[in-house]
C-alpha cells in the first residue's frame, strides 16, 4: 500500500491528500440538500407566498392588479375629469343655496323699518319681507297659522271695547265741531265688526282676510284734506261723500297681476281717517282711528304685494319723508 501511495505522489507531486479532504467537506456544507433555510427567514416566507399565488386561479392571480389598473386609467380620462369637476361644482352650490335658505330662515321675521310713517300695520308680518302669511282652513287641522294673527287683532281692538273709565275724556265728535283741549273723540269699532269681527276669525279661515291700518299717533300732525274734485286727480274716487273731511286711503296692488289676484276690497267703517281725530297731543285716553281692509276673495298660493296710500295736500309718499304717507305688504293665503 505505501508502495502505491508513494507511487501516486510520484505521479503527482503537486497534490496534497490532506487537502483533498477539507474540500470535500467544504463541498458537502454548500450543497443545498444538506441544509434548509432557518423557520424565520425572509426567503422561506417569501417562499411560501408564491406557493400560495402558484395555488389561486390565473384570474384571481392578476385582478386585483389589473382593477386597480384600469380604475386609474380610467380617472385619467379628460372626459371623466370634466365630469367629476362638474359633479364637485353641483355640490358646492347645493352647499351654498342650503346655507342661504337656512340662513334666510333664521332671519328675524320683524322687518327692520326706521321710517316714520302716519299708519301702523296690524296684524304685524310673520315671515320676511314684511309677508303676512297664513293657511287658511278650520281649526285644527287647517288653520295652523292664523290664530297667531288674530291674537294681535283682538289685543288691538281690546283697546277700545273698555271706555267707561275714561268715559268722562272721551266724547262722541261730530263734523268739524270743537271739543275742549282736555277731550278726546271717540272711536266707535261697532261698525268696524261687521265686516271683521272676532266671532268670524276676522275672515282668516275663510281666506278672506282683514288688514288693519292704525293712525301712529304722530304729534300735533294736521292734516289737510283734498276736495273730491282735486283728489280724482289722483285716484279714482268711488264715493265722493265725505272726502273734504277725510284724509283719504286707497290699497292697490303694485302691478296688474298684483292687482288681479287681490281681488275686490272693502274699506271698513270708512274710505280713510276723519279729521275729527286731528291733531295728537299725547291725551292719555286718546283712540287711534283704525280702518279695516277686507281682502274678499284673494288669489290662494300666490304672494300680493299690495301698497296703501294716504292723501292729503301735506303728505308725502316717498320712504324717505317723515312721515311717510304709504305703507306696503304682501300678502300669502295658502
Keep these: 500500500m505505501n508502495t502505491d501511495i508513494e ?8 497534490k496534497d491528500p490532506k487537502k483533498d479532504d477539507k474540500t470535500d467537506e467544504t463541498d458537502l456544507k454548500k450543497d443545498p440538500d444538506a441544509e434548509e433555510p432557518a423557520e424565520d427567514s425572509p426567503l422561506k416566507g417569501k417562499e411560501a407566498n408564491m406557493e400560495n399565488d402558484a395555488n389561486l386561479p390565473p384570474g384571481e392571480k392578476s385582478g386585483a392588479k389589473e382593477g386597480a389598473k ?4 380610467w380617472f385619467s380620462k379628460s372626459r371623466v375629469k370634466w365630469w367629476i369637476a362638474i359633479l364637485v361644482a353641483i355640490v358646492l352650490l347645493t352647499v351654498v343655496l342650503v346655507g342661504t335658505l337656512l340662513a334666510v330662515e333664521d332671519d328675524d321675521y320683524d322687518i327692520s323699518d326706521n321710517s316714520i310713517r302716519l299708519v ?10 314684511n309677508v303676512i302669511n297664513f293657511v287658511h282652513g278650520s281649526l285644527p287641522v287647517e288653520g295652523r297659522v292664523w290664530p297667531e294673527l288674530t291674537k294681535q287683532l283682538d289685543e288691538l281692538l281690546s283697546r277700545y271695547s273698555s271706555t267707561a273709565d275714561r268715559s268722562r275724556n272721551v266724547v262722541e265728535c261730530f263734523g268739524g265741531v270743537q271739543i275742549e283741549d282736555n277731550k278726546v273723540c271717540k272711536f266707535d269699532i261697532r261698525p268696524l265688526m261687521l265686516e271683521c269681527s272676532k266671532s268670524m276669525n276676522y275672515g282668516y279661515d275663510q281666506g278672506k282676510p282683514c288688514i288693519f291700518l292704525e293712525f301712529n299717533n304722530i304729534t300735533d300732525w294736521v292734516p289737510e284734506p283734498y276736495t273730491a274734485r282735486e283728489l280724482e286727480n289722483y285716484v279714482k274716487l268711488s264715493d265722493r261723500s265725505g272726502v273734504a273731511n277725510m284724509v283719504y286711503l286707497d290699497c292697490q ?6 292687482q288681479e289676484n287681490m281681488g275686490r276690497i272693502q274699506y271698513t267703517p270708512d274710505r280713510g ?4 281725530y286731528f291733531p295728537y297731543r299725547g291725551h292719555p285716553d286718546y283712540m287711534s282711528p283704525i280702518v279695516g281692509i277686507r281682502f274678499t276673495n284673494p288669489a290662494v298660493g300666490v304672494a300680493i304685494s299690495v301698497t296703501c296710500k294716504l292723501w292729503a295736500k301735506n303728505i308725502n309718499h316717498t320712504d324717505e ?5 304709504q305703507i306696503s305688504f304682501n300678502l300669502l293665503v295658502d
Design 7 to 14: 507511487k501516486g505522489q510520484k505521479d503527482n507531486p503537486d
Design 70 to 73: 384600469g380604475l386609474k386609467e
Design 120 to 129: 301702523k300695520l296690524w296684524p304685524r308680518p310673520n315671515k320676511p319681507r
Design 253 to 258: 296692488g303694485d302691478s296688474l297681476v298684483d
Design 273 to 276: 281717517f276723519s279729521t275729527k
Design 321 to 325: 319723508a317723515v312721515p311717510s304717507g
